[in-house]
């Protein structure tokens, strides 16, 4: 089993950027895709990017595609969504989860962190 921390969330102002972490636990995480999601108050938890085990892979939302970039380093068994361009819609709470392919589904994925809030200003 996987445990998840995020951390890096802030208060940053439109057209700046932020980079969030990802750290987990367990032996296993260098076989998980890793995904991100997010949910802004009132609307439900959506899609933002996601990471193969290898990193060879990802998967990104349309909302922020060319805006943000998806890594991972193994050997410090963490992900890092490198977040630019940010928009006052970016605005919500962002969540890790493992799962077993960068899919966009958050069905698929389990040992959602506790998430990390991030909160763009116009």
């Known amino acids: 089993q996987v445990q998840l921390v995020e951390s890096g969330g802030g208060l940053v102002q439109a057209g700046g950027s932020l980079r969030l972490s990802c750290a987990a636990s367990g032996r296993t995480f260098s076989r998980l895709a890793m995904g991100w999601f997010r949910q802004a108050p009132g609307k439900e938890r959506e899609f933002v990017a996601a990471i193969s085990w290898s990193g060879g892979s990802t998967n990104y939302a349309d909302s922020v595609k060319g805006r943000f970039t998806i890594s991972r380093d193994n050997s410090k068994n963490t992900v890092y969504p490198q977040m630019s361009s940010l928009k006052p819609e970016d605005t919500a709470v962002y969540y890790c989860?493992?799962?077993?392919?960068?899919?966009?589904?958050?069905?698929?994925?389990?040992?959602w962190g506790q998430g990390t809030q991030v909160t763009v200003s116009s």
């Open positions: 989860a493992a799962g077993p392919s960068p899919y966009a589904s958050a069905n698929l994925y389990g040992g």
